[in-house]
């Protein structure tokens, strides 16, 4: 016999409505806020009843809500092995929390919170927010979002400060409705515009607290902590400190305020929020109860009166400090943060009335009103600890004092004198401006009109670095790039720089090369170097990681390299040949060559080392033989998704100059069934078209950028960029593929300006997908480690493409 198909799915459980129900009574009244209609044979149109008693097998359920289907197998594993095993932890759960006996709250405590965190995202509300967040998704793919972010709520809700309140002297009590977990946020009434269906107040708001009724008599109220200790003196849409979805949280379980007891008008006060975010359906033992409009006295603002907790607030806070058997030891603030850097980051005061050109308070190095003047307060970078631009700058001194570098020190003398103690110091203060609790998206620059911000996919390398940024630099406001240094905070002991320094030996002076060609770009804010979000949060590393690997499982790329990449290849070879003994290349070059003298092979091999000598990328020091003298060469560089990810969050383009990232951004970024946008077909013609020349040393860039003598290519490179964001109200393709043509000229003019040093020319292949490039994986991530407000797509890709690639710049 087959087994049954369940198909009727509650989305409010059956057995939770049941702690609704009147002593003795099997029926709920089940309101219905916006009820059919039907059309009668004679035409007339009439609305059927808006209130009925059901029982709880009736309410809150929609067929096929989360059945998928193929051909014509229904199949309901998502009701059953999903749900199934939360409603059945969670019914206990639920249970427990009501009893208050802490010996039944702490085994439960992380299966109530999986509970809610479900019964915030199953609801047709939460599923239709899920929607809003994507592009598209059809049944499959939201049943997949709809797992992937589950527990997203669950760190900030434990961090916070839990209340459960009792409506048992009150003569009305709590209702339920068809979305249970309900957000309220002081600031934010229902006709607030991100308050339309289906948002809710955004969780990481500082005012924004959850609601969620256990039973008739019984709510748990979940409240940010600086909200709850500083009420008054909050801006109440302002993110909270540390607000991070996903990461682990150590929490005190036993810490709860159940002290009050509710008037009827305070029970009132939330089953009116309640039914204001609710979307369809209401149910009491009451019916008189499912219109709380009708007696609540008040504003909307004066609900918060009800649901601030009075007292106990002693129980929440503080700072958590572990000691481990092995030594190890552990520390976490009241907001989950594990080390100290908000203390010693943290800016000097602000002033608080920003003139339009005075420096913007974000750090970007802008003026206030080019930067963050024009954008909402809990939209801006953080002002309270220092940016991205002013960590790279405090490091470029950190470098340049270890090494010597501002006492006179020469570059050979780094070369030569470059130790384990100055390569662990170096990377320890890297990774103290970047360690694991750094909340990177409240740093990054926001999206600006009118700017062509672009993410490089490619190595962050100095011998790339003329070609791959500087040189682009002219003709792109912005570039953002992966930071070269790895961070020790993530790496086993072995391939830690703090705690096997030797082997970074090499690679540390090429990265410091790179650091000190970009500090007067990252100085002038033209160029952002940030970490790989992977190298600070664990999980975030995780989930990027899993996301590559099943991208790429059934793809293989070719292993062979080809352009520069190659001759960066044979030039780390080269090096490492030519650092070999004296006595040792001696007998390599006796076996290549055995016709040779031995004076023309110490001919040879003087002239090796002396062409070592004027190689800024080499260690002058003996090399050590063996596994003592290895050297680990870290190449560091986005992938596909965090490329995709910084670049929806900054609001910016990406470009390459790598085969195999154009493929998989074409492959794996874009939705099924997008094409090309023919009507952008004339400017990518026109663009392909232009020849770009390139100026590879810095100091000239960096001098025509302040003159100013690229400002005509910029404004026409953020019209191309605003058109492409459909930021004008009629974008005229024909029009702009004209103003690109005639980029041309400007460039050869404004080039001629500068005198001639290192340049080449390069061409630009454009992608413009209709509707932009975004991946659904990539979309998860932004809203787990991002941001929940929605983020545009990325609007075009630029493949990079030289006139030479064989030897490099």
Same mark, same amino acid.
């Given at each position: 016999?087959?087994?049954?198909?369940?198909?009727?799915n509650?989305?409010?459980?059956?057995?939770? !409505?049941?702690?609704?129900?009147?002593? #003795?009574e099997?029926?709920?009244?089940?309101?219905?806020? @916006?009820? =059919? +209609?039907?059309v $009668?044979?004679?035409?007339?149109?009439?609305?059927m009843?808006n209130l009925?008693?059901r029982?709880?097998?009736?309410?809150?359920?929609?067929?096929?809500l989360?059945s998928?289907?193929?051909?014509?197998?229904?199949?309901?594993?998502v009701?059953?092995?999903?749900?199934?095993?939360?409603?059945?932890?969670g019914?206990?759960?639920?249970?427990a929390?009501?009893?208050?006996d802490?010996?039944?709250?702490?085994p439960?405590?992380?299966?109530?919170?999986?509970?809610?965190?479900? !019964?915030?995202?199953?609801?047709?509300k #939460?599923?239709?927010?899920?929607?809003?967040?994507?592009? @598209?998704? =059809? +049944?499959?793919? $939201?049943?997949?979002?709809?797992?992937?972010?589950?527990?997203?709520?669950?760190?900030m809700?434990?961090?916070g400060?839990?209340?459960?309140?009792?409506?048992?002297?009150?003569?009305v009590?709590?209702?339920?409705?068809?979305?249970?977990v309900?957000?309220?946020?002081?600031?934010?009434?229902?006709?607030?515009a991100?308050?339309?269906?289906?948002n809710?107040?955004?969780?990481?708001g500082i005012?924004?607290?959850?609601?969620?009724?256990?039973?008739?008599?019984?709510?748990?109220?979940?409240?940010?902590l600086?909200?709850?200790?500083?009420?008054?003196?909050v801006?109440?849409?302002?993110?909270?400190?540390?607000?991070?979805?996903?990461?682990?949280?150590?929490?005190?379980?036993d810490?709860?305020?159940?002290?009050?007891?509710?008037?009827?008008?305070?029970?009132?006060?939330?089953?009116?929020?309640?039914?204001?975010?609710?979307?369809?359906?209401?149910?009491?033992?009451?019916?008189?109860?499912l219109?709380?409009e009708?007696?609540?006295?008040?504003?909307?603002?004066?609900?918060?009166?009800?649901?601030?907790?009075?007292?106990d607030?002693?129980?929440?806070?503080?700072?958590?400090?572990?000691?481990?058997?092995?030594?190890?030891?552990?520390?976490?603030?009241?907001?989950g943060?594990?080390?100290?850097?908000h203390?010693?980051?943290?800016?000097n005061?602000?002033?608080?009335n920003?003139q339009?050109?005075?420096?913007?308070?974000?750090?970007?190095?802008?003026?206030?009103?080019?930067?963050?003047?024009?954008?909402?307060?809990?939209?801006?970078?953080?002002?309270?600890?220092?940016?991205?631009?002013?960590?790279?700058?405090?490091?470029?001194?950190?470098?340049?004092?270890?090494?010597?570098?501002?006492?006179?020190?020469?570059w050979?003398?780094?070369?030569?004198?470059?130790?384990?103690d100055?390569?662990?110091r170096?990377?320890e203060?890297?990774?103290?401006?970047?360690?694991?609790?750094t909340?990177?998206p409240?740093?990054?620059?926001?999206?600006?009109?009118?700017?062509?911000r672009a993410?490089?996919?490619?190595v962050?390398?100095?011998?790339?670095i003329g070609?791959?940024?500087?040189g682009w630099?002219?003709?792109?406001?912005?570039v953002?790039?992966?930071h070269?240094?790895?961070?020790?905070?993530?790496?086993?002991?072995?391939?830690?720089?703090?705690?096997?320094?030797?082997?970074?030996?090499?690679?540390?002076l090429k990265?410091v090369?790179?650091?000190?060609?970009?500090?007067?770009?990252?100085?002038?804010?033209?160029?952002?170097?940030?970490p790989?979000?992977?190298?600070?949060?664990?999980?975030?590393?995780a989930s990027?990681?899993?996301?590559?690997?099943?991208?790429?499982?059934?793809?293989?790329?070719?292993?062979?390299?080809?352009?520069?990449?190659?001759?960066?290849?044979?030039?780390?070879?080269r090096?490492?040949?030519?650092r070999q003994?004296?006595?040792?290349?001696?007998?390599?070059?006796?076996?290549?060559?055995?016709?040779?003298?031995?004076?023309?092979?110490?001919?040879?091999?003087s002239?090796?080392?002396?062409?070592?000598?004027?190689?800024?990328?080499?260690l002058?020091?003996?090399?050590?033989?063996?596994?003592?003298?290895a050297?680990?060469l870290?190449?560091?560089?986005y992938?596909?998704?965090?490329?995709?990810?910084?670049?929806?969050l900054?609001?910016s383009v990406?470009?390459?100059?790598?085969?195999?990232?154009?493929?998989?951004?074409?492959m794996?970024?874009?939705?099924?069934?997008?094409?090309?946008?023919?009507q952008?077909?004339?400017?990518?013609?026109a663009l392909s078209?232009?020849?770009f020349?390139?100026?590879?040393?810095?100091?000239?860039?960096?001098?025509?950028?302040?003159?100013?003598?690229?400002?005509?290519?910029?404004?026409?490179?953020?019209?191309?960029t605003?058109?492409?964001?459909?930021?004008?109200?009629?974008?005229?393709?024909?029009?702009?593929?004209?103003?690109?043509?005639?980029i041309?000229?400007?460039?050869?003019?404004?080039?001629?300006?500068?005198p001639?040093?290192?340049?080449?020319?390069?061409r630009?292949?454009?992608?413009?997908?209709?509707?932009?490039?975004?991946?659904?994986?990539v979309?998860?991530?932004?809203?787990?480690?991002?941001?929940?407000?929605?983020?545009?797509?990325?609007p075009?890709?630029?493949c990079?493409?030289?006139?030479?690639?064989?030897?490099?710049?």
């Amino acid at each position: 016999m087959p087994l049954q198909v369940t198909r009727d799915n509650h989305y409010v459980p059956q057995w939770y !409505q049941r702690g609704f129900l009147a002593l #003795g009574e099997t029926q709920l009244h089940y309101l219905d806020m @916006s009820p =059919d +209609q039907k059309v $009668l044979a004679d035409g007339r149109i009439i609305t059927m009843n808006n209130l009925n008693r059901r029982a709880p097998k009736g309410c809150f359920y929609a067929f096929d809500l989360y059945s998928t289907h193929f051909g014509q197998i229904v199949n309901d594993e998502v009701e059953k092995f999903l749900f199934g095993p939360i409603d059945d932890k969670g019914s206990q759960a639920i249970r427990a929390f009501v009893s208050g006996d802490p010996s039944e709250v702490h085994p439960a405590f992380q299966d109530f919170f999986e509970y809610v965190d479900a !019964q915030k995202l199953r609801t047709p509300k #939460g599923l239709d927010w899920i929607k809003t967040r994507y592009a @598209s998704l =059809d +049944q499959v793919q $939201l049943m997949v979002e709809m797992q992937g972010l589950r527990l997203m709520h669950c760190r900030m809700w434990t961090e916070g400060v839990r209340e459960i309140v009792s409506a048992e002297n009150s003569e009305v009590k709590f209702i339920v409705s068809d979305h249970p977990v309900t957000f309220y946020n002081a600031s934010l009434p229902p006709t607030a515009a991100d308050c339309a269906y289906p948002n809710d107040p955004s969780i990481e708001g500082i005012g924004t607290q959850t609601v969620f009724v256990l039973d008739a008599n019984t709510c748990l109220i979940l409240t940010h902590l600086e909200y709850a200790k500083n009420p008054a003196s909050v801006n109440l849409s302002a993110p909270r400190t540390n607000p991070n979805f996903r990461g682990s949280s150590i929490v005190r379980t036993d810490a709860f305020i159940r002290t009050r007891k509710l008037s009827r008008d305070q029970v009132i006060a939330i089953n009116h929020l309640i039914k204001s975010r609710a979307r369809r359906f209401l149910a009491a033992s009451n019916r008189d109860w499912l219109t709380p409009e009708k007696s609540f006295v008040g504003e909307w603002g004066d609900i918060a009166q009800v649901l601030l907790p009075k007292d106990d607030l002693w129980r929440f806070g503080g700072e958590i400090y572990i000691g481990y058997n092995d030594g190890r030891t552990h520390y976490q603030d009241a907001f989950g943060r594990t080390s100290g850097a908000h203390e010693y980051l943290r800016r000097n005061a602000q002033k608080s009335n920003l003139q339009p050109n005075d420096l913007c308070g974000c750090g970007s190095g802008h003026k206030f009103k080019r930067c963050c003047q024009s954008l909402p307060f809990a939209d801006r970078p953080t002002w309270e600890v220092y940016g991205i631009r002013e960590r790279n700058l405090m490091f470029c001194r950190v470098v340049e004092d270890i090494l010597g570098l501002n006492a006179g020190k020469t570059w050979q003398d780094v070369q030569r004198e470059l130790n384990e103690d100055q390569v662990k110091r170096i990377y320890e203060a890297f990774g103290s401006l970047w360690p694991e609790d750094t909340d990177l998206p409240s740093l990054l620059p926001r999206p600006r009109n009118g700017i062509l911000r672009a993410v490089y996919l490619g190595v962050s390398d100095p011998r790339l670095i003329g070609p791959m940024v500087l040189g682009w630099l002219p003709y792109f406001d912005e570039v953002i790039l992966a930071h070269p240094f790895v961070n020790p905070v993530r790496l086993k002991p072995e391939y830690s720089p703090t705690v096997s320094p030797s082997q970074y030996k090499e690679q540390t002076l090429k990265n410091v090369l790179l650091l000190l060609e970009l500090e007067p770009f990252i100085h002038a804010g033209y160029v952002h170097l940030i970490p790989d979000p992977g190298d600070i949060d664990a999980q975030f590393g995780a989930s990027m990681l899993q996301m590559a690997t099943e991208r790429t499982a059934d793809s293989k790329p070719s292993s062979a390299l080809d352009g520069w990449h190659k001759a960066m290849a044979d030039d780390d070879h080269r090096r490492l040949m030519l650092r070999q003994p004296e006595a040792s290349l001696r007998r390599r070059f006796r076996q290549i060559t055995p016709e040779l003298s031995d004076k023309q092979i110490d001919t040879i091999v003087s002239h090796a080392k002396s062409e070592l000598e004027t190689d800024p990328y080499a260690l002058l020091q003996p090399m050590e033989m063996g596994e003592a003298g290895a050297q680990l060469l870290c190449f560091k560089g986005y992938g596909l998704e965090v490329g995709m990810y910084l670049a929806s969050l900054t609001g910016s383009v990406i470009y390459t100059d790598l085969d195999v990232h154009w493929q998989y951004l074409h492959m794996h970024g874009l939705e099924k069934g997008i094409v090309e946008n023919a009507q952008w077909a004339p400017a990518v013609k026109a663009l392909s078209n232009v020849e770009f020349p390139l100026e590879l040393q810095g100091w000239p860039v960096l001098q025509a950028i302040r003159m100013g003598r690229f400002g005509k290519i910029k404004v026409r490179s953020g019209t191309l960029t605003d058109a492409l964001l459909n930021l004008q109200e009629a974008p005229q393709p024909d029009k702009i593929a004209t103003q690109i043509s005639s980029i041309s000229e400007l460039v050869q003019r404004e080039m001629s300006k500068i005198p001639i040093g290192n340049r080449l020319t390069g061409r630009i292949g454009l992608s413009v997908p209709s509707g932009g490039f975004q991946r659904q994986e990539v979309q998860r991530l932004l809203l787990t480690f991002g941001r929940v407000k929605a983020t545009r797509p990325i609007p075009f890709a630029m493949c990079i493409k030289f006139e030479a690639l064989a030897t490099l710049p």
